[in-house]
């Protein structure tokens, strides 16, 4: 019997493997067709409620969630899309009203939401991008955090048409 | 012998107390809070049951830690369904994704697959005279799941970024790492029955 050794950083290995696996597939969606489509994570869609409202801030903020959307194939920027965010703060946990809220992309396909700081949940600092608005197909993504001390998180959509 | 003792109860009480204090904990509601040390609980019983079953307990004739192994191995199987009933409250999504092994978080299904290796083994023994299972081959099945527990428990565990501090986490995971294959080296259970009955009428 072979008894294979565990050991906290082999297991930080493989782990940051997978994630930086997963991540760059993200990063680098680019094919032979153009610029591909994200992809929803598994467990994005957690927790969701549709129809967040439009915020300036998600209560006290402190933390900023940022990202881009683009169209898949050309990669132009989208403009005016509504990005639903939510994530277990210090203000409130993940299903409850108070922590979601939403942004529109500016004229680069940019967003930026400062919402309360993202502490761990469920074993991961992690948070929930949504984008759910018909005109595209419907993307949740679940970024996490490299540090459960970061004071910011990016997540990127690349958008396919319906 | 009053040793051994003291540092089983420090092995198990440190990060039970360093989670304790977790800055986690005054965003986590009580349910949540239940859960995860139902789940740090469970981690420590882990390193008490080789111990007891062996003998390694001063104090403790055979009979007794066997008796009290077997009411450990109940109390396993409660706290790992407070663990997971907790969580499952605290957010039923994310519980479900790790039950169809479907989570993005990659020390759930470590988690998940002790948790039915467990619930194997408190099945195995409740039924194991009415089914008549021989001894030899209850001790093989108990080894194998043992073996499963453990590995996947302490992975898990290991993994996880929550309540637990990081090194008391270490130290206790690699206590109960340590402490089943020490015992499972020393208990030879992959020997011929006649050889283990000669040997435990001889400890007896």
Known sequence: MTIVVLNRRNLLAVGGSILATGVSGLLMPVRAQGLAPTP????????YRAGAPTVDRIGKG??????TVRR???????????IQ???????GREHEPQSHGATLTDK???????????????????GHLAYDSGEFKTVFLRPVMRSAKDTSLEAHFVLQPV | ????????????????????????LAWRDPVYILACFAGIVA???????????AGYLPGLSAHRGRRTHLWIGGALVVAVVIHVGGLWITSPPDMIDALVFASPTPFSPWGVVAMWAIFAVAIFAALRRRLGIRPRTWRIAHTLLAIVIVVGSVV??????????TISKAVLCALVLAAAIKVMTDLQVWRKRAKLRGESIARQ
């Open chain 1, 62 to 67: 402190g933390f900023w969630m940022s990202g």
């Open chain 1, 85 to 91: 965010i939510w994530a277990h703060t210090t203000e």
């Open chain 1, 40 to 47: 929803s994570m598994s467990g994005g869609a957690n927790n």
């Open chain 2, 156 to 165: 898990h565990g290991l993994l996880i970024e929550g309540t637990m501090e």
């Open chain 2, 1 to 24: 012998m009053a040793l051994v003792w003291v540092a089983l109860a420090a092995a198990i009480c440190v990060p039970i107390a360093a989670a304790a204090v977790s800055p986690l």
């Open chain 2, 43 to 53: 981690l420590g019983l882990m390193l008490v049951q080789p111990l007891l079953i």
């Open chain 1, 108 to 126: 680069d396909g940019a967003f930026r939401l400062e919402m309360p700081q993202i502490v761990p949940i469920f074993g991961q600092p992690h």
């Open chain 1, 72 to 82: 898949a194939g050309d990669g132009a920027p989208l403009a005016g899309q509504r």
